[in-house]
């Protein structure tokens, strides 16, 4: 079972960022948030709010649809995926040259 202490409620960062709980269920439908339920109730387990906030400005301040917003995590996804290529090619050319 999931640590609850590490869970926040749903409709506590609905009312804190001011936002509709409808845009967490298009999130969380399209596959951008997973969401916890216990005892009836949604949860966002801690480790995703960060991504969570991005998606909320993303959102909000940008105007962006969920599925700009899938576009842009797939995108940030694949820039990391290409730094962690990029840097164990580095290690592999640094091998080759100390030889």
């Keep these: 079972m999931m640590n609850k202490e590490k869970l926040i409620q749903i409709e506590t960062l609905c009312v804190h960022y001011k936002i509709e709980f409808s845009f967490v269920e298009e999130l ?3 596959g951008l948030l997973q969401v916890v339920v216990l005892e009836e109730r949604p949860y966002l387990h801690q480790d995703y709010l960060a991504d969570f906030e991005k998606m909320i400005r993303l959102h909000y301040d940008l105007n962006l ?18 730094r962690e290529e990029v840097k164990a090619l580095k290690n592999k050319l640094r091998l080759y040259e100390q030889k």
């Design 65 to 82: 649809n969920t599925e700009g917003i899938d576009i842009v995590f797939n995108l940030l996804k694949k820039e990391i995926e290409l």
């Design 28 to 30: 969380q439908h399209k």
